[in-house]
């Protein structure tokens, strides 16, 4: 008796541009093969006489537990560009110290201007810029009278340049996923769980799903990415895949 026990390992080979991308760490992975069929029925009680068969839709779904940044791009029909950004700080709140009788606090970033700073204190009203404070590189200099040394105020935002080790991806809304080469490998054991053969399917044409969910939550876990992929039937073939089984030497 051989079974398959183990899920698929994926290639994924841009048809256009030769570029690889690949995953050993899926968590599930289905091939879902579907046939339209009509059936015939004729005579007496309606019996069924013919079954004509009228098209075979293929489609593979992925769930991977790592974070493939490079399939997202695929998925939005784009390449990753390096080089210096823009980003936006997250909300923190940063202890008003004494510095050479000023009031200060230390951002972790220098922001791009001082308009794109957001101060509150710890009441919730928003610091007026150059009234209530200014700013030196990273280093804004308290000049609210009600805000003292050892007081919390709360940075909301602001804007700071990336390096330029920075990866960014365009979403556009004019841009979708082009045709790959989708391989996927996967091993048949048998009951004493020696490996007998590996399990290879090819699909020359599949298209990569252009919807995707990015799912959060506040208990920490890994969030699974999902990938679908219709197969399409080649330009000038009526093979849509191949299945190999292949011995171990």
Known sequence: MSMICDVFDVVVIDNATGEVAGSTTLTSSNIAVEVQEQEVRAGKGNGLVAILHSA??????????????????????????????????????????MESSAKVITLPSTPTSIDTLAIFDKNGAKLV????????????????????????????????????????????????????????????????????????????????GGSFTVNTASERNAAAQNTTFRIVKPKNSKVVGTIQRIPFE
Do not use: H
């Open 56 to 97: 075979r839709d293929i489609n593979v779904e992925c769930e991977d537990v790592s974070f493939k940044y490079d399939w997202m791009a695929r998925k939005l029909g784009q390449t990753i560009v390096t080089g210096a950004g823009v980003a936006y700080a997250m909300p923190d709140w940063y202890t008003v110290v």
């Open 129 to 208: 810029k150059t009234t209530d404070y200014t700013l030196a590189a990273g280093k804004v200099t308290i000049l609210k009278v009600d805000v003292a040394a050892g007081d919390q105020v709360e940075v909301r935002t602001y804007k700071y340049a990336t390096p330029a080790s920075t990866e960014t991806i365009n979403i556009d809304s004019t841009s979708f996923p082009s045709g790959v080469t989708l391989v996927l490998d996967t091993i048949e054991i048998n009951e004493d769980e020696e490996p007998l053969n590996r399990i290879q399917y090819t699909f020359p044409q599949a298209m990569m």
